[in-house]
Structures are given as structure tokens and as C-alpha cells.
């Protein structure tokens, strides 16, 4: 579990990349700063931690490029305190940076393997989201409402129970589209609770699939 000199300084490059790439919240970027992403990746790819690209984990998944998660975590607004939904927990990651900004988080996976694989290492790194194993188009109706909502994988459609469970002045993140490429798409609730939709550019995330592996 080491986080050496060399990890902390590679850390720092990969910020000015994503300050150069457009990522200007300060929070978004001192979270980044702070978590080990070499540790959430396997032995074999360790070397590449802190370049901007996505790798592969287990389940046949990934995890995500660093500019996505700042870009998603950046156009939601994260304050301290928040209540915070995460779709698809994958290594764990994300849930990191969160964290790392004062949201109170809650997590939901389909893949038993990677759910369990996340819980073990954030508890030993001392994060300690709210771990769910389930199915993440039907989110967490038992602890909603959610301030923000964060949708990790490539949804086919607008997940409307998701919607349903974000409070008034909230928002939800989410990339919509087929698998090859997605619209990163952002819905913002009112206080009277009618949604405004705004696409955000193209994305590549794996497909948000229904039900549990």
C-alpha cells in the first residue's frame, strides 16, 4: 500500500494535464491530488496509474480516465455534506474523490467481484462510503433523497427511477447512448421539480446493464 515521492509527484503532473484540459475546480483537482489511483489499478498496469487514459479492471470493466471522473465530478458541483448516489462502483475510485470532497456517499454494484474488491481496499485506504450490491437502475429508493447523482457506465436510456430519486435543486450525471460512444448529459432538477437536460460532449463508458452479475 505504498504511496511513494515518485506516486505524489506523478499526481501533480497529471493535475496540470487536467488543468490544461479544462478542469478549473479547485476541490475536483485537490481530490485527484490526494487518492492513490495506482492503488485501485492492478500490479501489472501500476507503472501507468497517473497517465490520462482508462485501464482495465476485473469484471471486464475499467477504470475510468481521470479527466472523465473530474469532468464528471466538476459539472456536478460537489459541496461538503452532500448526499451522493455513485452508479456502478467499479474500483472504487471515484468513490475516492468524492469522498475526498466532503460528500457523503453511497455506492451501488452489480459485480459481486468488484464490489467486495472496493469495499475492502477504501476501508483500508480509511474511506467508507455506503456499499450496495444491486442493481444500479433501480439506485437506492430506501436512502433517497440524493443531492447528486453520478452514473459511471454508458446508460442506453434516461434512467427515470434515478430521476425520481434526486431531490428538488438537484443533479444527476449520466452518458447516454450505445455502447461505441455516449453523450455526457446532465439533468438538473428544479425546486418545483421539473427537469432541464443539458448534453455535455462524447464520451466512451462500459454499458449499464441491468439486474446483478
Known amino acids: 500500500m505504498e504511496d511513494s515521492f515518485?506516486?505524489?509527484?506523478?499526481?501533480?503532473k497529471l493535475v496540470e494535464e487536467l488543468k490544461n484540459k479544462g478542469i478549473s475546480d479547485i476541490n475536483?483537482?485537490?481530490?485527484?491530488n490526494k487518492v492513490p489511483r495506482h492503488l485501485f489499478m492492478d500490479s501489472s498496469f501500476m507503472h501507468f496509474a497517473y497517465k490520462d487514459k482508462a485501464f482495465p479492471i476485473a469484471a471486464n470493466q475499467t477504470i475510468s480516465q481521470p479527466y472523465t471522473?473530474?469532468?464528471?465530478?466538476?459539472?456536478l458541483e460537489i459541496k461538503k455534506g452532500e448526499k451522493v448516489l455513485e452508479i456502478g462502483t467499479g474500483s472504487g475510485y471515484q468513490s475516492a474523490v468524492l469522498i475526498?470532497?466532503?460528500?457523503?456517499?453511497?455506492?451501488i454494484e452489480r459485480h459481486k467481484v468488484l464490489s467486495s474488491g472496493a469495499q475492502t481496499l477504501l476501508m483500508q485506504l480509511g474511506y467508507r462510503p455506503r456499499f450496495f450490491y444491486g442493481d444500479g437502475f433501480e439506485g437506492l429508493p430506501t436512502y433517497a433523497p440524493f443531492d447528486k447523482i453520478i452514473v459511471t457506465a454508458g446508460a442506453g436510456h434516461l434512467p427515470e427511477k434515478l430521476i425520481g430519486q434526486l431531490k428538488p435543486g438537484g443533479k444527476m450525471i449520466v452518458p447516454i447512448g450505445p455502447e461505441n460512444e455516449q453523450t455526457m448529459v446532465l439533468v438538473c432538477k428544479s425546486d418545483e421539480g421539473k427537469t432541464e437536460i443539458t448534453e455535455h460532449g462524447s464520451f466512451v463508458f462500459v454499458p449499464m446493464l441491468k439486474g446483478k452479475a
Open 6 to 12: 515518485l506516486h505524489k509527484g506523478l499526481r501533480k
Open 28 to 32: 475536483v483537482l485537490n481530490a485527484i
Open 69 to 75: 471522473v473530474a469532468f464528471q465530478t466538476q459539472i
Open 100 to 107: 475526498e470532497m466532503g460528500a457523503s456517499v453511497f455506492t
